[in-house]
């Protein structure tokens, strides 16, 4: 089967853009792309999105991109898995090109969050959760990493502030990424003191919802090396899903699907985590990152916090994450998030990553959550070079 | 490259179920279509589905119909391309299995759409459509069509009678179809008195929302021959797009998606329209019906209203279209739509279509448009038989 490389990245900033729409945010990121792989025409677009229906009352993004981005008639569609949908889209466009059907993919995530003409921005992201069961009885996002929060501090006895160096750390990079929404540094004596969003979870625990884009282009790895100096494999690709409700899984502190997601994406690149350089994981709230490093057995469980509190997380760590600010940071652009990610990671690989670059990154590792980790995608990048 | 071929069939009636959650609407049409399989086990979920999160507030329906089917863990993802989405998901499950990753794949298509939670439903269709430039100005799908039917009319000099008959049959065939919303028949006299939706535009025109599923089950086709005594092959398989807008095309009558979805696809499966024994078009209204047929080549422009007069569309006639009622009579479950008609065509093909049989049908083609005819997804499907 054929292996799969990315030759283009584009992004746009994280951050509150009211007066750009939704088909010229997506155009900037796949401009950018376009350019940085120096091709002019692809053969199928991929657009991960998880709420333009609700948010901007507009479905159809699949055509309505492809046609503002100049490639009227192409094969175009939505991919939608909550805040993974970014993840899935990328996922989507690797079986495309894998299946032999279509030699170029051109995949974007795309989300406008900040000036919702529809449904309130809380309400439209609890629908990411179980409506019937969990949504109906008031349950938000903030209020699901609320209750994951105080049942990891119960489980394993921490406090808020051992949770503080996530934070710290995605501050700190996220400082040098000029992409960022927030560049702001944060010291841990900020973070005890941040007013609460949802007890224990505070403002400096969860991530802001932002406007914003990011794409890559894949094709064939024999012909990306023709075609790019530094085309970043994707050694690795796996999307696995779990319950969509928190009381529906047997513990609530392991995200089954991270685990599964990674493991197969891991053997599927044989690589081993010595092996992973730096890890893009998805920082919504900082207990989501803890239990994602336990989730890929970066750590064991109830003991993710401790890669924070003794700096493992840092550029000098041994496992470097949320590298240019993360979803905290960098902010989170749903449905964009997960290609924010793989886009943060290729530029690790191909030393591009100016002052947040992971020195010799060789391999590096994406991995997307939706919902409160209903579905978690996991991709392993490789550079040959 | 490895064929692939459907194993599995399950539809669920299309009709208001207000009592039935879209998890177990879901659920009903997979349950049959893994008793139609004899399989227990499938390896992804492709999601087709519109509007979910418009009309009932949930998102992420890949883990959550993955979950309540007993498919905990696997991957699974939601496709949307407005009203072309169940055959956008068939389409990404197809990638999926020639990609060599997926080995069986599971697409169901699930739409409610008659009890909404949030917006009301008009709004929620328009949003199909171009937000920014059409709906902003009031335009709902209904006058969308409006607009096709008095150009139409315009153009090529015909009268509303001269669409009756697209209905007419839809209903004749429909009657004979237990799952169908409507199994009335329907008299031409009837047509021409028939209330109007948005002139000229009637009732009689315009296809009906509905609830619905329907699901099959893929594999490739050396395997499916071993699995099931009839699997039906996937021929030929193409996604196309045009301009979301209407008024963005050279030529409002001429489906230029539709066009360029059947050709590839036809070419792929290297058949000519003399090998086609029957064509489910999108009738989403009587004028698409017409346009769909020019589009994929049955008529030339400004004829395919004379298929209809002439009864060409009939079970006996030289292009037989809805042969089980179409989305005018079988009712239009949005997202669902796509595979009604890919199962329809299937149930023809293995010769179970009982009342509605298409005598010796061998070969039988299936297109689900989104929107105006922005996205377009066609699938030619064969029997060995």
Do not use: C
Request: aromatic share 4%.
């Amino acid at each position: 089967m054929n292996d799969v490389s990315i030759i283009g990245l584009g992004q746009t900033e994280v951050k509150e853009m009211w007066g750009t729409s939704i088909r010229h945010l997506a155009w900037y990121a796949i401009e950018a792309a376009l350019d940085d792989a120096q091709v002019s025409k692809v053969d199928a677009l991929f657009v991960g999105n998880m709420a333009a229906g609700q948010l901007s009352s507009q479905m159809h993004l699949g055509a309505l991109v492809a046609d503002f981005a100049g490639m009227r008639g192409i094969e175009a569609v939505t991919v939608e898995a909550a805040d993974a949908s970014g993840g899935a889209a990328l996922r989507q466009g690797i079986l495309a090109v894998k299946s032999g059907l279509v030699e170029t993919a051109l995949v974007v995530g795309v989300e406008k969050m900040t000036d919702q003409v529809g449904s309130p921005v809380t309400a439209v992201l609890a629908s990411t959760l179980d409506a019937d069961y969990e949504a109906i009885h008031g349950l938000t996002v903030a209020g699901m990493g609320a209750l994951l929060m105080r049942r990891y501090m119960h489980e394993y006895g921490v406090s808020v502030d051992d949770f503080a160096n996530f934070s710290v750390n995605a501050h700190a990079n996220g400082a040098a990424n000029p992409l960022a929404m927030y560049r702001n540094r944060l010291k841990a004596e900020r973070f005890a003191s941040a007013p609460p969003v949802a007890t224990p979870v505070t403002l400096f625990d969860a991530a802001p919802s932002g406007d914003g884009a990011a794409a890559v282009i894949i094709t064939r790895h024999e012909r990306a090396m023709d075609m790019v100096p530094q085309p970043v494999r994707i050694a690795g690709s796996a999307l696995a899903t779990d319950t969509l409700a928190l009381h529906d899984r047997k513990n609530l502190l392991h995200l089954r699907a991270a685990e599964i997601s990674a493991q197969k994406a891991m053997a599927a690149a044989g690589v081993s985590h010595d092996d992973i350089d730096l890890f893009e994981l998805h920082d919504s709230f900082t207990v989501v990152a803890a239990l994602s490093l336990e989730a890929a057995g970066f750590a064991a469980p109830g003991e993710g916090w401790q890669l924070a509190r003794d700096n493992e997380i840092g550029r000098n760590g041994r496992i470097p994450i949320s590298t240019f600010g993360g979803l905290k940071a960098r902010g989170n652009p749903g449905g964009a998030t997960g290609l924010y990610q793989v886009v943060e990671v290729a530029r690790q690989l191909r030393g591009q990553a100016g002052d947040n670059q992971i020195p010799d990154a060789k391999i590096g590792m994406a991995q997307n959550l939706g919902g409160s980790g209903a579905t978690a995608v996991t991709h392993v990048l490789r550079t040959d070079s």
